[in-house]
């Protein structure tokens, strides 16, 4: 079982900011610019970016009165594979993260849900659940190697593309012709 426990941010995390060099005074700002590893499974099923491809965060921190607001982007390759013809398919992502991380003990906390606001867990912000959410939101359910990528012939799973103009099962061997003009009384026989 994975940790989903708030309270245990490692602070080298890639993906947990420390903000004990941001003054707590709204205004101050620091920047964040990095490039870390992506962790795995971000993305969807089709799409993602690849577990450990590079992850360029370039971010701003900003003290707000009860707390961090992060904003920035987060920018990386992905890969997949094509939903109609299965081959695959490379593209980058660039998302827009921005989101409000209260102070512990802040009224914010007190008076929102944990999914409506964001928490710092001492000094520490952990990006990783908005950068999720962004990354998804950011990639198509049905990737397309192109816009008018026209799939796979379904009798023999070629991609239409690779086959020759006018490509067709319907001509078959006279002997299996035969055989299949039989199929539709063999279905009534066997309801
Ligand atoms: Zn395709
Ligand atoms: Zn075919």
Redesign the pocket.
């Known amino acids: 079982m994975p940790n989903h426990s708030p309270t245990h941010l490692d602070p080298r995390s890639p993906l947990v900011l420390d903000t004990r060099e941001l003054p707590r005074r709204p205004g101050a700002m620091r920047t964040v610019s990095r490039v870390v590893p992506a962790p795995a499974d971000l993305g969807l099923e089709l799409i993602g970016v690849p577990e450990g491809a590079d992850l360029t965060l370039d971010l701003r921190m900003e003290s707000v009165s009860e707390g961090v607001l992060v904003s920035g982007t987060a920018s990386a390759s992905v890969a997949g594979e094509c939903s109609r013809c299965l081959r695959p398919v490379s593209d980058s992502v660039v998302v827009t993260i921005q989101e409000l991380y209260a102070y512990e003990h802040s009224a914010t906390v007190e008076t929102t849900d944990e999914d409506e606001v964001g928490r710092l867990q001492g000094d520490l912000v952990d990006l990783e659940p908005a950068l999720r959410d962004a990354v998804v939101l950011a990639l198509p359910a049905n990737p397309l190697c192109r816009e008018d990528c026209p799939g796979l012939?379904p009798?023999?799973g070629?991609p239409w593309d690779e086959?020759p103009a006018g490509?067709s099962?319907e001509q078959v061997d006279p002997r299996w012709a035969a055989l299949s003009q039989l199929k539709p009384s063999n279905k009534l026989n066997g309801k």
């Open positions: 012939c009798e023999c070629v086959l490509h099962h």
